[in-house]
């Protein structure tokens, strides 16, 4: 069971750099979205999206990038990296099925990012 | 904006001790409000999903109710021991799918 995929799980990026966080799922679910963990902040919201082809900006949007071309995967860009983006990136997914609503998320082990 | 606020934000217990913390959201365009249980290096960890006022859900020593009309859960641990020492987070989720956490409660249960 492979559930919430998120690769790479550790980097180390210079300032300006650009790269891009993959999460993918195999679980069918409509609904993906992208959280930073910060100290004493719980899961900032980062974008989230609710099937392929449509996503909206969470509470933390500004230097950031998605895109949801098909179901299963929802990756998640920095354009130029800065130290304000060091954090732990998680990607989660749930369903939009008729049982949703007793349905948690899914989460992935995270990406922890480094900005130097 | 959506504003969930949790507190306290942090909690230091006795082993055996009950205690119990708040999670305060917005009452409008409410669809779910989920509890999950967090550790260090690890994913989150669901506990439970509510959705209707009143509801109570229980898992072990753990329980939570949910009151929407006025925005607020709590969650309460009976007997707290080492290893529920965690931080607890809820989550608000809308009609339009966002789904935005509260800051958490920390809590460090001494055996």
Redesign the interface.
């Known amino acids: 069971n492979a559930g919430v995929t998120q690769t790479p799980k550790f980097r180390i990026l210079k300032i300006g750099q650009s790269m891009t966080l993959q999460c993918a799922q195999d679980m069918n679910h409509n609904y993906m979205y992208w959280y930073r963990q910060d100290p004493g902040m719980g899961l900032k919201l980062i974008y989230y999206s609710v099937g392929a082809g449509i996503t909206d900006k969470g509470e933390v949007p500004n230097g950031y990038n998605v895109s949801r071309s098909t179901t299963e995967d929802f990756p998640l860009r920095l354009e130029l990296a800065a130290p304000s983006q060091t954090s732990v990136y998680f990607c989660a997914s749930s369903s939009r099925d008729v049982a949703y609503l007793g349905q948690p998320q899914h989460f992935g082990d995270g990406t922890r990012l480094s900005i130097l | 904006i959506?504003n969930v606020e949790?507190s306290p934000?942090s909690l230091h217990v006795q082993e055996g001790d009950s205690t119990n913390f708040t999670c305060s959201f917005p009452s409008s365009n409410f669809?779910?409000l989920?509890w999950?249980r967090w550790e260090t290096a690890k994913?989150?960890e669901?506990l439970f999903?509510m959705?209707l006022n009143g509801d109570e859900k229980k898992k072990g020593r753990i329980s939570a109710t949910l009151n929407t009309k006025e925005g607020y859960s709590y969650l309460y641990i009976k007997g707290s021991q080492p290893e529920d020492s965690a931080?607890y987070?809820c989550?608000f989720l809308n009609q339009?799918?966002?789904?935005?956490?509260?800051?958490?409660t920390e809590l460090s249960v001494k055996p």
């Open positions: 959506l949790q934000q669809y779910a989920h999950y994913s989150p669901a999903v959705t931080t987070l989550a339009g799918g966002k789904l935005i956490f509260g800051q958490g």
